[in-house]
Structures are given as C-alpha cells and as structure tokens.
C-alpha cells in the first residue's frame, strides 16, 4: 500500500500531536510498524526512537492501540533514564 503525497504533507503534524507514528504495509507487504521518540533536554528534541514491528495478522488495527501505548511510555521511559529528561 503506497502512501500518497497528500497524507505525507499532514502525517508529521499527526505523528507530533499524537506522540507516535504508526505504519501499515507502507515500507514492506505484511508488515505494521509503531514508532515513538526518545526525547531530549528541555526543548524535548528527537534523540532517538523505539519501534515496535510486527506481521499484520498480528499487529492489526484492534491491537495498535496497546503498541502504541507501550512504545510511548518505552521511550519516555528511555529519556528519564538518559538523564536528558522527557
């Protein structure tokens, strides 16, 4: 499934209010990936990401939202630890 350059104009606006990126069969067939930053400092810039992969079949849309969850407090939780703050 290919992405569009409509979508991808409004997809960094998306990924920053929600926190985390999420991808479906974009880069490869059959696959779903979730994405969130690991911030740093107190203007909270992008020092890295924690991604979370997956097969659709298992990955799918009625389980995202657990990913999703996890992959923030991940990388939130990575920030603390670096002592950079989040």
Request: hydrophobic share 35%.
């Amino acid at each position: 499934m290919r992405t569009g350059p409509a979508t991808l104009r409004g997809e960094p606006g998306a990924v920053v209010e929600q926190g985390h990126g999420v991808t479906v069969e974009e880069p490869e067939p059959g696959l779903t990936a979730v994405a969130a930053p690991v911030r740093a400092g107190p203007r909270r810039r992008g020092l890295a990401a924690i991604s979370v992969s997956g097969p659709v079949y298992r990955l799918h849309a009625g389980r995202l939202p657990g990913f999703d969850r996890r992959a923030v407090a991940a990388g939130a939780g990575v920030s603390r630890r670096t002592g950079r703050g989040f």
